[in-house]
Every structure is written in C-alpha cells, then in structure tokens.
C-alpha cells in the first residue's frame, strides 16, 4: 500500500512559520538587551561570568538570526534549502560558546581576578531564568510540528541559555553572600559539555524529523516509532 503523508498542511506550516519567526524576533530583541545590560554589569563588577553571559546571549543573537534567515522565505521550499546552512551555524553557536565558556571557567579556577558583587547581574539572571523556558518552548514546539531541526537546535540554545542563567544566578549569590568563587566555574564546565553535545548534533542534523516526510507504513511493516520519527531524532522527546 502507498504510504500516505501525515505533514502538516501548506496553511498549517505557513502558520507555524509565522509563530517562529515572532518567537525568534522575540529572542533576538531580548537577547541584545540583555547582552548589553550584561556586558556592562559584568566590565563594572570585574564578573567573566557576568561578561561570558552577555557574549553568549550575543551568540544566541547570531543562532536565532540565522533561523529569521531561514525563515524569512516565504516559499517552504526555499526554507527547506536552507536548513542545513542554518544548522551549521547553530552548531557552531554552540561550539564558541562552549569553548568560552570552558576557557573563562578554567581562569576563574586558578583563581585570575575576584569579582565584584553584582545587585544587577543578579536581577538580569533571575529575569531570565524566567522568561527563557517559556521562549525555547514555545518554539521546540511549533519546530516539531513543522518538522524544522534548525528551529529545534535553536530552542535548545535558548535553553542553554536558560542553563547559563541558572548557573550564574547560583555563582553570582554565593559570590555575594558566601564568597564561594568557585561554585560558578565548575557549574560553567558542565554547561559547556553540553553546548559541545548540542553543537554536535545541530551539525549532524538531528534534533527533529521533517513530519511531511512521515508517512503510513505499508501493510506487514512497522513505525519507526509512534510519532513517525526515524532513529537519531528527538522531536518526540
């Protein structure tokens, strides 16, 4: 029996798409403010961490233009054409951030430079440790359904973003309260092993299925699994 397509309809997509090129304006514009209250913050207090989080809300600046370039096309022809130079970018968003992150932690460890306590570096991580879930998903969502790895890989950035703030948030505390500047940096590495795996994947092109190339399976065979997807993709985890 033919397999017959489960994808969305072109109404459907158009939709989705529209849904992730606001998500995407929205992360963009939240990022540039916050890379410079950042940035500043960080430069007054002395704070790398505070610095290395307003770089890597710059490198989620570049990962979340990179699918408003991908998605500015009209055509879902065209935005497929260039999912996997969007994913190439994305993976290696997450390969500079995790080398920075990983250089900036191993200098917090041999003890270069003590920073000063932040009041609004702390306000900045705990504001976005709330408003960052909700952005990554929202749009891991709608990239799902689309069948778009390049939206999923950039949901995770933001997630990796909400991570960072997490860590950051916990490193700028104690810091302040307790005097403990080593809590952050260990953190930090264990961030960027996983920016390291979330960059392999986004250069492999995992992270989701395209569902209009899902289909019925002919009669006497069986799914790859219950949502279509084929081994290797994560759009229904």
């Known amino acids: 029996m033919a397999a017959i397509s489960l994808g969305p309809s072109p109404a459907r997509r158009d939709a989705l798409a529209r849904r992730i090129r606001l998500l995407v304006a929205a992360t963009i514009i939240y990022n540039v403010i916050e890379a410079v209250v950042a940035i500043t913050a960080g430069t007054l207090a002395s704070s790398t961490a505070l610095v290395g989080f307003g770089l890597d809300s710059v490198i989620e600046v570049s990962s979340a233009a990179a699918v408003a370039w991908q998605f500015s096309a009209r055509e879902h022809a065209v935005r497929e054409a260039r999912e996997k130079t969007t994913l190439r970018i994305i993976a290696l968003s997450f390969f500079a951030l995790a080398a920075y ?3 900036d932690a191993v200098r917090a460890l041999t003890g270069t ?8 570096g702390i306000v900045l991580a705990a504001l976005s440790l709330a408003v960052m879930p909700f952005l990554s998903a929202a749009q891991r969502r709608a990239g ?8 999923v890989a950039d949901s995770k950035q933001t997630l990796l973003c909400t991570y960072l703030s997490g860590v950051l948030l916990v490193g700028l505390v104690l810091n ?8 952050d940096p260990i953190a930090a590495l264990v961030i960027a092993a996983i920016a390291t795996k979330e960059g392999r ?3 492999q092109g995992k992270g989701c299925c ?4 899902a289909a019925v399976p002919a009669i006497g065979t069986e ?3 219950a949502c279509g997807c084929r081994p290797g993709c994560d759009c229904c985890n």
Do not use: F, K, N, Q
């Not at 799902?144 to 939206?151: I, M, N, Q, V, W």
């Not at 302040?176 to 809590?183: D, I, K, Q, Y």
């Open 210 to 213: 395209a569902p209009s190339a």
């Open 176 to 183: 302040a309260t307790l005097g403990w500047s080593w809590a």
């Open 101 to 103: 992150v990983t250089v």
């Open 144 to 151: 799902r359904e689309l069948g778009s790895a390049s939206a």
């Open 223 to 225: 799914p790859d699994d």
């Open 113 to 120: 430079g003590e920073a000063e306590r932040s009041i609004p």
């Open 201 to 203: 994947d986004a250069w």
